[in-house]
């Protein structure tokens, strides 16, 4: 496999398993599949909230905790990749808390629709809809 090569589903369980077997190859595999996708993701859901660096970095955080964490997978109920895309918004919310992003009393992240154009940044969303649930 090259090492920017599309896996699917079952090819990423069969490659999680053998990590967890003690592979640390079939990580690598992982890690060059999913460090573009959180790269999108991160782009898509914050837009220009954070430099490329910053990208960067938290990719790098990301990557490294969900290796520790890999063995909380369960392949009977979700796939990989919808296991490792929440893991990234998990990661992300705690990243920007962590991070000094505005926390807004009386909405959650969970109400902001996060499909929204990537020049629109997270604290503004927060910010209208907490405005619209004010008034």
């Given at each position: ?94 990243f920007w808390n962590r991070k000094g992003g505005k926390k807004v ?31």
């Amino acid at each position: 496999m090259k090492k920017f090569e599309y896996t699917t589903n079952e090819e990423d369980k069969v490659l999680v398993n053998e990590y967890l077997l003690g592979n640390p190859k079939a990580f690598n595999k992982l890690f060059h599949k999913y460090r573009k996708i959180f790269l999108y993701n991160v782009q898509r859901w914050y837009g220009g909230a954070y430099d490329e660096e910053t990208k960067q970095d938290m990719m790098i955080e990301f990557l490294g905790k969900i290796s520790k964490k890999m063995h909380l997978y369960d392949p009977n109920k979700s796939q990989v990749l919808t296991w490792m895309t929440q893991s990234m918004r998990n990661f992300m919310i705690e990243f920007w808390n962590r991070k000094g992003g505005k926390k807004v009393k009386g909405i959650s992240i969970d109400d902001v629709n996060l499909d929204f154009r990537t020049e629109e940044i997270v604290h503004k969303k927060l910010e209208a809809q907490t405005h619209r649930k004010i008034i």
